[in-house]
């Protein structure tokens, strides 16, 4: 007898079941460690904090009680984001100005910590490519590699270190470490970002592992395109979302999921690049994409700076 064929591909089954497990995520997935009423009365710590989706959490945070500890490098667009806090949410606001570049900097991190429950730590700050590029085209390739190195891979680990202990003691305490979908299979010209990500990526979900049973919540978060100032993508849509409608819908997923695209359309996005689509094909589009992306990139730097040559010779 031949065998009987299922009316459902494989591929349906768990496309129905990704879907009912979105909407049940975002749907129901308010009552969450990061709105718990307790969790309030402590602090919320957002590194890259001043822009996009780290100043959207910083807000969505406290605009649900958290009193507040930003962290990035411009002490001026720090007091700017802690005032507009402190007058819209009332909440108390700390800022601490360093350059995740540096690796020197976690001692002084670690003094303005000191006295503070921190509740959610959210380790945003990152850095990408100006443009896409072939790895030995990389300008200041020696720089680039250790400053992106310490920005996207060490902050995330240091400040781990210097959060979790606090919250291991208390038995509660929430980390949401800000990958990217970038992170979930290889991007070439963007080799090195796509490496950093990949590897907040298993960090999140190992130290997850390691502390679910002590009641810590450690999130990896991987986001497809958002419109920021990093992905210059100026007008929003609903695969490319603002940070604020990001960063809600996000909140949504924290102690439902350990690894999320964070957005019911990126959850899609990333089933069906991972599941659905042959790796190789990914890899392919993203590798052509980029090279498309740095050939007109560099075609206006060209035409820039031979105008730019040509009004000083008339000059």
């Known amino acids: 007898m031949g065998s009987v ?4 591909p494989v591929w349906s089954v768990g496309l129905i079941y990704r879907l009912l497990t979105g909407f049940r995520i975002w749907d129901h997935g308010r009552n969450t460690a990061a709105s718990h009423p307790e969790a ?43 005032r507009s806090l402190e007058e819209q949410f009332k909440v108390e606001t700390r800022t601490i100005a360093v350059d995740f570049g540096k690796p020197d900097i976690y001692s002084n991190i670690e003094e303005g910590l000191a006295n503070l429950e921190i509740g959610v730590l959210v380790n945003n700050v990152g850095v990408s490519y100006p443009y896409p590029e072939y790895y030995l085209h990389i300008p200041d390739l020696e720089n680039f590699i250790t400053n992106m190195i310490n920005v996207n891979m060490t902050s995330v680990c240091q400040m781990t270190r210097l959060v979790l202990p606090k919250m291991v003691d208390r038995s509660k305490g929430v980390i949401l470490n800000i990958s990217s979908a970038s992170g979930m299979y290889p991007v070439p010209l963007l080799t090195v970002y796509s490496a950093t990500k990949a590897f907040v990526d298993f960090f999140s979900r190992c130290l997850h592992e390691e502390y ?7 999130q990896s978060v991987l986001p497809f395109f958002v419109a920021t100032k990093m992905t210059r993508i100026r007008k929003p849509t609903l695969d490319k979302p603002t940070p604020e409608r990001y960063v809600a819908a996000e909140l949504n997923t924290v102690g439902l999921q350990s690894q999320t695209n964070g957005y019911f359309p990126h959850a899609v996005m990333g089933w069906v690049t991972t599941r659905l689509v042959p790796s190789s094909i990914v890899i392919f589009l993203g590798a052509r994409m980029n090279r498309l992306q740095r050939t007109g990139y560099l ?4 035409l820039r700076e031979q105008k730019n040559g040509a009004s000083l010779k008339t000059e």
């Not at 822009?51 to 007091?79: C, H, P, T, V």
């Not at 075609?299 to 060209?302: D, F, P, Y």
Request: proline share 2%; aromatic share 6%.
């Open 299 to 302: 075609t206006r730097r060209k």
């Open 5 to 8: 064929r299922s009316p459902w």
């Open 40 to 82: 309030g009365k402590m602090g919320s710590f957002v590194t890259g904090a001043t822009d996009g989706i780290g100043k959207s959490y910083a807000e969505e945070l406290a605009r649900r009680g958290f009193a507040m500890m930003l962290i990035s490098r411009s002490q001026e667009k720090l007091n700017d984001v802690a």
């Open 212 to 218: 679910r049973r002590q009641g810590i919540i450690i």
